[in-house]
Nanobody, 124 residues
Framework: QVQLVESGGGLVQAGGSLKLSCAAS????????MAWFRQAPGKEREPVAV????????YYTDSMKGRFTISRDNAKNTVYLQMNSLKPEDTAVYYC?????????????????WGQGTQVTVSS
């Protein structure tokens, strides 16, 4: 069992930055591939990025490549999402997710555990 708690969301102007954090419980965090998803109002939840258990591999949805960076600190049981050059269309609830591999890529990732989400609002 893994419990995930996101933080760091908030209101930011277009062009600004935010860094989300997801703290995981348990001693097996380092064995999980971790991901960020988001869900905008009226839209389906979509993947943002995934990082392998070691941090050695990362995958991004094309529209976020170059603006968002996923990282992790296994010593702190935490995964991060650095978001730069934010746009109003990035407004969504951002969710942290966890599952064990094998990790084939972002499209293959099926979360087993979810966090409760953190709201990100980007004003124009």
């Amino acid at each position: 069992q893994v419990q995930l708690v996101e933080s760091g969301g908030g209101l930011v102007q277009a062009g600004g930055s935010l860094k989300l954090s997801c703290a995981a419980s348990g001693r097996t965090f380092s064995s999980y591939d971790m991901a960020w998803f988001r869900q905008a109002p009226g839209k389906e939840r979509e993947p943002v990025a995934v990082i392998s258990w070691s941090g050695g591999r990362t995958y991004y949805t094309d529209s976020m490549k170059g603006r968002f960076t996923i990282s992790r600190d296994n010593a702190k049981n935490t995964v991060y999402l650095q978001m730069n050059s934010l746009k109003p269309e990035d407004t969504a609830v951002y969710y942290c997710a966890a599952n064990r591999g094998p990790l084939g890529g972002l499209s293959d990732y099926v979360p087993r555990y979810w966090g409760q989400g953190t709201q990100v609002t980007v004003s124009s």
